[in-house]
């Protein structure tokens, strides 16, 4: 019995079949990478020392294991693989991302969730529907983006407080919800960790274009992980993480309306997400 | 172009060729796995939590990742393919393991690498030469085992002497080496960790059958991670971590005779190990 032989059958007695299953695609996929490439001692042993490095690097503001993820892609084939069904007429998923650490604080319709001020204010507007243009009430809207600079709360624990740029809403009866804020910048991702040294030793940059996340649910509903990019942002045909979808590139369009706490004019995407029925297993 | 065919074409640029190859091969192969076993959000963030536990597990005197390298038959697997070819008639090799951590002290040939004593006293004696049969005059042989009870020095800070149970020598100008030591037991592999809470959830044992390691270098030859099994130890037939192979399994047997420093009679395992030439690129 050769040794991935050995290794898929230590798994025979899982009691999980999902998590057995797993394990044993698992132990044949990495056996498969190691006999291809044939490692030397001292490669595993700098494929062991940059995971540790990984580990690291994670503490309860930084999720650099997330960050490998994106950076290999993984991520956003995971999304995909858990969005809506081509053809299903949903919303398309992309990556969580790394930033999605802390929960967003609870804000009514209409609220800011931009603590700090800066020069291009938008308001976003939305209406959550099902695939036949029906509403979904309630739909809980989880919203976190990084400010004009292109940082997050969590980068910046100094100069923002703890929840700008993130809300957490509740769409009307209608499905509709709406927030101020503003327009996100282009940004690098946190590139002083392991996964920094792995663009720099490959020659990739670490840029992302600008983007507003979403996590969008709804009983009944698959749940929705998402972004809204912001269009002619830089990057936006090389995103760092390979997150980009073409259908979710949202216009911050200049608008000189009259509304509620926005000095005029401002910038103004309106959206639709459309939430897919969540497959019963 | 495919999120895979992205994630693959990102390194095109990498400097070092090698780095470029095993990173996409990296990708392809994880991107395989995640399209054939289709994770949900739930699951890959599951994952990413094991990783980040696995990564938190790990200190100065604790590597977690070469443990679930060693239950996931990677690193056996690792060190076959570095090991000797077949039928170039050397020792074979076997997996680092997690606790070659601290460098082994400098021994004299015929030193005890034991400063705790015990039952079971043992003298290692061996010889170091090329596949002829030559000898590798000044070989060095690195050292290290676990006690009787099966725990390694780093485990037990308290009560053992750092340094116990390894040794660093120089085999003499006819290759041959010699240090006296107790019988090692067979061990649990750490289990307070992620990789135990893994062996738990599928219902797997953590027990490796009874080893001493051996890290043999010379300049010329190929270096050899390898083990010493000791014959009649339980679990040689299902060792944890897949690292036995037939060749390694050597006898501890009672010896009468006089030796320096041993009390009669005592344990006596003599090896041949074969170092075969270095492969230059």
């Known amino acids: 019995m050769s040794v ?6 230590s798994f025979t007695d899982t009691p999980d079949e999902r998590l057995r299953t797993i394990l044993e695609r698992v132990v044949v996929h990495l056996h498969e ?7 030397t001692t001292a490669e595993w042993e700098a494929a062991i020392g940059f995971l540790t490095a990984v580990g690291a690097a994670c503490d309860d503001t930084r999720q650099e294991f997330i960050l490998l993820s994106d950076v290999l892609g993984v991520s956003s084939l995971v999304e995909t693989l858990n969005g809506p069904p081509v053809g299903s007429g949903g919303t398309e998923g992309t990556v969580l991302g790394p930033f999605h650490l802390t929960a ?8 800011s969730i931009d603590d700090l001020g800066g020069g291009r204010r938008a308001l976003v507007t939305g209406r959550v529907v099902d695939p036949s243009g029906d509403p979904v009430p309630g ?48 940004y690098p991702i946190p ?23 979403l996590l969008v649910s709804a009983p009944g509903f698959a749940t929705l992980t998402t972004h809204l990019f ?28 009259e509304e509620d706490g ?7 995407a309106d959206v639709e997400v459309v939430l897919v029925p969540a497959v019963v297993p």
Chains 1, 2 share one sequence.
């Open 139 to 186: 739909a809980e809207i989880d919203v976190w983006q990084c400010t004009e600079d292109g940082f997050y709360d969590v980068q910046e624990p100094g100069r923002q407080p703890a929840g700008n740029g993130r809300g957490l809403f509740h769409a009307d009866t209608d499905g509709r919800f709406r927030f101020r804020t503003v327009v996100p910048g282009h």
């Open 230 to 257: 912001v269009a002619g942002s830089p990057y936006l045909d090389a995103d760092a993480v390979f997150a980009v979808k073409e259908g979710l590139v949202v216009d911050f369009a200049p608008d000189d309306s």
């Open 262 to 268: 926005m000095d005029r004019p401002f910038r103004h």
């Open 4 to 9: 991935t032989e050995e290794a898929v059958a």
């Open 104 to 111: 967003s604080p609870p804000r009514a319709l209409g609220d």
């Open 33 to 39: 990478l190691v006999r291809e490439v044939a490692p």
């Open 191 to 213: 590139t002083d960790g392991p996964v920094g040294d792995l663009l720099r030793a490959t020659r990739r940059h670490p840029y992302r274009p600008a983007h507003v996340h």
